[in-house]
């Protein structure tokens, strides 16, 4: 777009995701120049990346540009959940056998096991909460949200910070 080189370069940003003083999603066709201007995509952006992506395509076509779908695209690759990505601890009976800690489930719902938290108590750089636990665990994420297993990993995690 050589006209853009004319315009003055000015930004404003809240996180990662560029900010603008229009309420909502800005999505703007040019039929001359048959182009879309899209912005402001706030955090929902990700959940409706699919649906602008199809508004834009109508637009695109509703200024005049003929799209044509290329025949050889990829299959978009598969991103297993972190639990399906690779065996989990409490699956895994060498690594059970060698510490029992990986065998003994402390939230049921995620099944995490206390040799799981353990190695997140002695990482690296451990979790300073609660809510790092939980995302690096998935510990308390399950369907009852630590009503079963709350007790025991307060417990652990007062421990640990001992």
């Known amino acids: 777009m050589p006209r853009l080189l ?3 370069v ?3 940003y809240s996180g990662l995701r560029a900010a603008i003083d229009h309420g909502d999603y800005l999505i703007a066709p040019d ?3 048959h182009y879309v201007l899209v912005g402001g995509i706030h955090s929902t952006g990700l959940t409706s990346g699919m649906a602008v992506a199809e508004y834009v395509r109508d637009q695109l076509e509703s200024v005049g540009l003929n799209l044509v779908a290329k025949a050889d695209v990829p299959p978009p690759p598969r991103m297993p959940n972190i639990g399906e990505a690779f065996t989990r601890p409490y699956q895994d009976a060498e690594k059970i056998s060698a510490d029992p800690a990986y065998g003994k489930i402390v939230c049921f719902c995620e099944r995490v096991t206390h040799g799981e938290l353990r190695d997140a108590f002695n ?6 909460g609660l809510g790092g636990l939980r995302r690096r665990t998935r510990v308390m994420n399950g369907r009852c949200q630590g009503f079963f297993c709350g007790a ?3 417990t652990m995690l007062g421990e640990a910070r001992r």
């Open 6 to 8: 004319e315009e003055e």
């Open 10 to 12: 000015t930004a404003t």
């Open 152 to 154: 025991e990993v307060q």
């Open 123 to 128: 990482s690296v750089i451990p979790p300073a």
């Open 31 to 33: 039929p001359r120049q």
